[in-house]
């Protein structure tokens, strides 16, 4: 199973990656279910597809931003977006887009697409084998959670550092949970909730990918750990 991206070969060996992330009724209008400024509405909704385009071997170089919040939003958004690339130290990213002014909409939404550049390709991790590691880095959490409970959101630094591990692959986890995530890292297999142990709900929504799964060699383990912290959380497969 491909990751949520489109790479694209741009010659010498290296592939364009193309990773998107929508949110919709989530900022400042009257209507919208979770009220938060529209900086964090961004910084979370870069943040996916930001993670997508890194898990795929991308080096983030431009961002474009759908703005359907009005035109008072857009300072506040971009605004997310450079904490998000801050973040990860990216200096050099462009960032592009377009409002859409000519009509109000009664709840909020963006879009956002991250451009990246790598040498990686999206395939799937194969077959599961236990001589491999699993772990989920950080909790899965949604809607006022992510606010309320943001100490234990995966920082974005820590999942650059982590994606640069030797031999180390990472996965988001997106609004289907731990276990569907797990399945599409593994397609063939037959894991579910009996099989696979952890101390988190495994087919919790994860929202603007609060978590991460990650798959190291043994020998790696003692970096993961390091650098993931009181965020790590062992994933043991029952056969």
Not at 219 to 228: N, P, R
Request: with cysteine; net charge negative.
């Amino acid at each position: 199973m491909m990751r949520n991206v489109i790479t694209i070969p741009s010659g010498n060996g290296y592939h364009l990656i193309i990773a998107s992330d929508n949110s919709g009724a989530i900022g400042l209008k009257k209507h919208d279910h979770v009220q938060v400024s529209y900086e964090m509405v961004a910084y979370y909704s870069f943040r996916v597809a930001a993670m997508e385009c890194m898990a795929a071997g991308g080096n983030i170089k431009a961002v474009v931003l759908n703005n359907f919040c009005g035109d008072d939003s857009w300072e506040a958004l971009v605004r997310g977006i450079r904490k998000g690339l801050s973040e990860l130290g990216v200096k050099d990213a462009e960032i592009t887009g377009s409002t859409e002014s000519n009509f109000s909409l009664l709840q909020s939404a963006i879009g956002v697409i991250v451009m990246g550049e790598g040498t990686k390709s999206n395939a799937s991790v194969g077959e599961f084998t236990n001589e491999k590691k699993l772990a989920v880095i950080g909790q899965p959490l949604v809607g006022d959670e992510v606010i309320a409970l943001e100490n234990q959101v995966a920082p974005l630094h820590m999942f650059k550092e982590i994606s640069r591990l030797q031999d180390v692959v990472t996965w988001p986890v997106g609004s289907k949970g731990i276990l569907h995530e797990l399945k599409r890292m593994y397609p063939n297999s037959d894991f579910n909730k009996e099989t696979a142990v952890i101390d988190l709900d495994m087919e919790k929504s994860s929202g603007p990918a609060t978590c991460f799964i990650v798959r190291y060699p043994a020998d790696q383990e003692s970096a993961v750990t390091q650098f993931a912290g009181g965020h790590f959380h062992s994933l043991k497969i029952q056969k």
